[in-house]
T-cell receptor
Framework: GESVGLHLPTLSVQEGDNSIINCAYS??????FIWYKQESGKGPQFIID?????DKRQGQRVTVLLNKTVKHLSLQIAATQPGDSAVYFC??????????FGKGTLLTVNP | DSGVTQTPKHLITATGQRVTLRCSPR?????VYWYQQSLDQGLQFLIQ???????AKGNILERFSAQQFPDLHSELNLSSLELGDSALYFC???????????FGPGTRLLVL
């Protein structure tokens, strides 16, 4: 069945460094992917999305890269700040926008 | 603040009971989704409604049901509750159902 996995359950970085969070997906028919950030006690917050006709999309301090050949996407956060500390989920929208979430990566930013 | 509201924020109940969780989507959004988040299963899609009609179903138990009302708010009904139903329940909404979903703050359910 469909699955979305994350390579690292935890990531610890220094404030000001760049962070890279990776995600693999298994559904080759998926054409929509989203990254969400979830802070403790809150609901998932949309960060950035990308469609399968693109391989890169940039937002404010964030970049998502999509490699369809190996079914992999990554979230890059530039100049990571303490407020970026959270769990980050990639989600696979499949071909019908029914989201399948990965397990999440806990990002900890050390001052 | 995503604009999606959920009530109650917390709910404590006993096994065998029935509860109703409520969600109001963002203004203008026609589609509502329900998700369950537990430590062992992560975030799991339960069900989607679009303009009052069920559109997609995920891993929703038969003991669970949902509906979307004419004013577009939605309710998730959980019955014959078991300890394993303890989880965070999130509602999300989107404009039509084929784009970005925005999540509410969730309802934390504890079944004792």
């Amino acid at each position: 069945g469909e699955s979305v996995g994350l390579h690292l359950p935890t990531l610890s970085v220094q404030e000001g460094d760049n962070s890279i969070i990776n995600c693999a997906y298994s559904n080759s028919a998926s054409d929509y992917f989203i990254w969400y950030k979830q802070e403790s006690g809150k609901g998932p917050q949309f960060i950035i999305d990308i469609r399968s006709n693109m391989d890169k999309r940039q937002g404010q301090r964030v970049t998502v890269l999509l490699n369809k050949t190996v079914k992999h996407l990554s979230l890059q956060i530039a100049a990571t700040q303490p407020g970026d500390s959270a769990v980050y989920f990639c989600a696979d929208g499949g071909s019908n926008y029914k989201l399948t979430f990965g397990k999440g990566t806990l990002l900890t930013v050390n001052p | 603040d995503s604009g999606v509201t959920q009530t109650p924020k917390h709910l404590i109940t006993a096994t065998g009971q029935r509860v109703t969780l409520r969600c109001s989507p963002r203004s203008g959004d026609l589609s509502v989704y329900w998700y369950q988040q537990s430590l062992d299963q992560g975030l799991q899609f339960l069900i989607q409604y679009y303009n009052g009609e069920e559109r997609a179903k995920g891993n929703i138990l038969e003991r669970f049901s949902a509906q979307q009302f004419p004013d577009l708010h939605s309710e998730l009904n959980l019955s014959s509750l078991e300890l394993g139903d303890s989880a965070l329940y999130f509602c999300a909404s989107s404009v039509r159902g084929d784009e970005t979903q925005y999540f509410g703050p969730g309802t934390r359910l504890l079944v004792l």
